[in-house]
């Protein structure tokens, strides 16, 4: 009885003790997750790490993984993709690649290492059904087309918009429809006599390839056509007008065409689709044995997986309905009426439910609806707008989140009311744009274009495939996250090391930051209204602009200048010089719009901006730095940048010295209770100045994307080159009152502008007084293993010395210093990164390197 007894208080004993871990490893995990909310990542990873290395750490990878990046695997496929497709039967992927002049398409297989299958020089590659054949248009050298192609090369602004559509139709016009094998690589051009060709589209019997086809020069009518190896060209659509993109539906009986206002096969065309290709306009239901067209008067129209109805949208001014039709024969059915928005209806995989979005207020939602228009369901509550939902499986849901700029996919567990973020980059600061989203027929596989890096500058965009059905593993989980605690530790240490020698002074000025100033700002600019310079609230805000720098101390500037369009008059911008101490030649500029568009008052964009502004301006007004520092309130920025482009022309003209530059863009909405924002930039020395000045004095949490375009960095940019920083929202552009009405002072977080502020006056405190990048910086000589390097002296006067560091491998660069702007490398070689920068007063070291890569084509010929 005694065992017994001692058997069971051990048992007691035994769960006790579990019980008392489980709950401390709970109670980790949620101070890890307090951590990583607070933007307390160093702590934060280094916890998820120790909970991950406990015998319970498998319990923790979900959770862990949701929290720091992505659940589930995700293949790089191409850091350059675009017209990316994925089969019907999900086992292939095409996409285009290389210059759109004379574009590349690859094929390749969705499973294990992505075998490349076929390579095709051309474009508009469709796949067929079975994923045997793949049909597409096949480019051939053509006089006409190549010295369109050099126009293209040169062009700039709208004379390139322009070369671009000469190049796409010569394309449509020369180009040869191919039927390729995949097994075999054979190829066989199919007959389309002198037809204008596009929008290529498979059969569901794997031959014929239907395309959008017209004559040169119609300017009134084009059709849809039908070929196959063994036929001539068959028109498929009796009547008028323009047609494109067709769609057939599963069962091979009818075609969903869309009904543009202009020819797709014509010089300027334009489009009439969402990102999904989905019409904004009419669209036509075509019965391929008849060739007679049904014309609705609908939107949105989107064809159900067995092919045999389409759902679609109409509106009036009183309300929208959603729309049910069979494809050939019945008549449509309403679902649902309601006077709200509502866009991109889909069906379920069963054809019995529907999914869209609805805008009840400010901003869209997801809804479910049976389709006898019962038990609709509500499916999101999201701050920013919810757009192009559809069902991966009859329970779960992917829907994207947030403005076209910066849009993020997200999955939805209809029975457990679980969501989470489905793709990601895997950092902590980096944010990665999504822009297609395309779904395997079985729901297991995500096809997605993103910039990954972050990098939006660069035309190219990255291809990603997403297993959802294969999580990632702990060991996989465990190096994710200790690589990003190194690169956040490394950027922590950094930023107190190039700080440290004025980190005193920076903590004294930012200080002095006030958000009862910052709200005072925006208050008044909001009182305006409407700041557009078509609108009276224009004049008002430059006027308190010039009285409020005046009131800090400084001798503003109204920088006027003639609006040179129907609008006529003037408009200012105006900016405040702190002149530097020690090299007040060198200029950094930091500025902010504070004008808005027409229907509203802009208390976001860019309101929060200018106040964040104001008050760097105010609290670095007695506290002149070694360089230069130009306050500048833009105007026009909605009119087209017509502010910044005007100040940047009289800058080249009065041959400023500008160095760098900051925007802030729409930094004042907060999506959550979290004080964050975007870094915005093109130089990565000034994002990591910008990282380190918010994570030292302030509350500030920043993330970063390679940004500028649409914004006023982007005049200088185009001029100054690679000098650009910032701060923008996060997520980039997220708010939904951006360009509305309803973008009011109430939206506004007065702190997280304050932060923004901070950061904004510590960045500059410490660009203006390190030394600015080298300039001209060249090989003169390099035989291979002995390199001769020399660079512009540094423009600053008490620069006495260079860091020069150089290697393969560019986490272990061997560093040397020199008192001139040149030096000899003897231990050199092909493929060596080298890189410069000054050295200043107070060792303050310069904000970036300059950089070059020692080749090949360097080394002397004998």
């Given at each position: ?36 909310f ?34 589930y ?13 994925l ?116 059969g ?21 056509y ?38 797709p ?9 969402t990102?999904r290709?989905?019409?904004i ?13 049904q014309?609705?008067?609908g ?41 709200d928005?509502?866009q ?79 793709f ?60 990003n ?25 930012v ?27 224009n ?110 022309r ?36 000034i994002?990591d ?9 302030t ?65 500059l405190?410490?660009?203006a ?64 990164a080298v ?28």
């Open positions: 009885m005694k065992k017994i007894i001692s058997f069971l208080f051990l048992l007691i004993l035994v769960s006790v003790v579990i019980g008392q871990s489980r709950e401390a490893i709970s109670n980790e995990l949620r101070d890890a997750h307090n951590a990583w607070s933007g307390n990542y160093s702590v934060a990873l280094q916890a998820y790490l120790r909970l991950l290395k406990t015998p319970d750490g498998e319990q923790q990878v979900e959770s862990i993984a949701i929290q720091t990046g992505e659940l695997h995700t293949d790089e496929l191409t850091t350059d993709a675009r017209s990316q497709r089969s019907a039967d999900g086992r292939l992927i095409s996409y285009e690649t290389g210059s759109p002049k004379t574009p590349t398409t690859r094929i390749v297989e969705t499973a294990g290492t992505h075998k490349l299958i076929a390579e095709l020089s051309g474009t508009g590659a469709v796949l067929s059904p079975s994923s045997k054949r793949v049909a597409y248009l096949k480019l051939r050298p053509n006089e006409e087309l190549n010295k369109a192609q050099t126009t293209l090369d040169n062009a700039q602004g709208p004379a390139r918009l322009s070369a671009q559509q000469t190049v796409s139709y010569l394309q449509t016009k020369h180009a040869v429809i191919a039927v390729r094998e995949l097994a075999t690589q054979q190829e066989q051009e199919l007959n389309t006599a002198d037809l204008l060709k596009t929008s290529l589209v498979f569901p019997d794997d031959q014929t390839v239907y395309f959008v086809g017209g004559r040169d020069g119609d300017v009134k009518r084009n059709d849809i039908a070929v196959t190896t063994s036929s001539q060209p068959i028109v498929v659509t009796e009547a008028e007008g323009f047609k494109a993109a067709p769609i057939v539906a599963a069962s091979g009986k009818a075609m969903l065409v869309l009904l543009p206002s202009s020819n096969l014509g010089r300027a065309s334009s489009s009439q689709t990102p290709g989905q019409t306009g009419p669209f036509g239901i075509v019965d391929l044995a008849t060739k007679k067209m014309i609705i008067n939107q949105f129209p989107a064809l159900s997986a067995d092919g045999s109805a389409i759902t679609y949208l109409t509106r009036n001014q009183q309300e929208t309905q959603l729309m049910v039709i069979p494809t050939l024969s019945g008549e449509a059915t309403t679902v649902l009426k309601t006077t928005l509502l991109t209806p889909t069906f379920a995989p069963d054809n019995q439910r529907l999914i869209y979005a609805r805008r009840s207020n400010e901003d869209y939602e997801t809804f479910i609806i049976g389709r006898d228009g019962k038990n609709e369901m509500r499916l999101t509550r999201e701050i920013q707008h919810n757009a192009l939902p559809r069902f991966l499986t009859a329970n779960r849901v992917l829907d994207v989140i947030g403005e076209p700029r910066h849009r993020r996919a997200w999955l939805y567990d209809l029975q457990s009311g679980q969501k989470h973020q489905l990601h980059n895997n950092t902590v600061r980096t944010i990665s744009p999504e822009y297609d989203w395309q779904v395997s027929a079985d729901g297991t596989k995500v096809l997605i274009q993103a910039d990954r890096d972050g990098d939006t500058v660069s035309p190219e965009r990255g291809l990603y495939l997403v297993s959802v059905d294969r999580k990632v593993t702990k060991e996989e989980l465990i190096a994710r996250l200790e690589k605690l190194a690169a956040e530790l490394a950027l922590q240490a950094e930023g107190k090391r190039i700080f440290a020698p004025i980190a005193n002074e920076v903590q004294r000025v200080a002095q930051a006030s958000v009862n100033r910052v709200y005072e700002y925006q208050k008044s600019l909001f009182d305006f209204d409407s700041k557009h310079i078509t609108r009276p609230g004049q008002k805000a430059i006027d308190y602009l010039y009285e409020t720098y005046k009131s800090f101390g400084y001798e503003p500037v109204k920088q006027c200048f003639d609006l040179r369009n129907a609008v006529g008059g003037k408009t200012c911008n105006v900016y405040a010089t702190l002149r530097g101490t020690e090299h007040p030649e060198l200029i950094y500029v930091v500025g902010s719009h504070f004008d808005s568009v027409a229907v509203g008052p802009g208390a976001d964009d860019d309101s929060s901006g200018t106040a964040a502004l104001l008050e760097a301006a105010r609290v670095l007004a007695k506290s002149p730095q070694p360089a230069t520092i130009i306050f500048i309130s833009y105007t026009g920025e909605e009119a087209g940048l017509l502010g910044s482009r005007e100040f940047v009289q800058a080249q003209a009065n041959k400023m010295k500008i160095v760098g530059v900051l925007n802030n863009d729409m930094i004042g909405w907060a999506n959550d209770h979290r004080l964050d924002n975007t870094i915005r930039y093109s130089n990565s020395g994002r100045i910008e990282h380190a000045a918010a994570m030292q004095f509350k500030l949490i920043t993330y970063d994307a390679r940004w500028h375009r649409g914004t006023d960095a982007t005049a200088y940019f185009e001029v100054y080159g690679d000098i650009i920083g910032g701060i923008g929202s996060y997520p980039v552009l997220g708010n939904p009152h951006y360009h509305q009405a309803t973008d009011l002072l109430e939206g506004i977080n007065h702190q997280l502008v304050t932060e923004t502020s901070k950061t904004t006056t510590a960045t405190m410490m660009l007084s390190s030394p600015s990048p080298v300039k001209d910086l060249k090989v003169v000589s390099f035989d291979g293993r002995v390199a001769e390097l020399t660079w512009t002296a540094s423009p600053e006067k008490n620069v006495k010395q260079y860091i020069v560091a150089y290697g393969t491998d560019e986490k272990q660069l061997k560093q040397i210093r020199v008192t001139t702007p040149h030096v000899i490398l003897k231990d050199a070689k092909p493929g060596m890189k410069v920068k000054a050295v200043g007063a107070r060792k303050m070291e310069g904000w970036d390197w300059a950089s070059i890569k020692l080749s090949a084509s360097t080394t002397p010929q004998p």
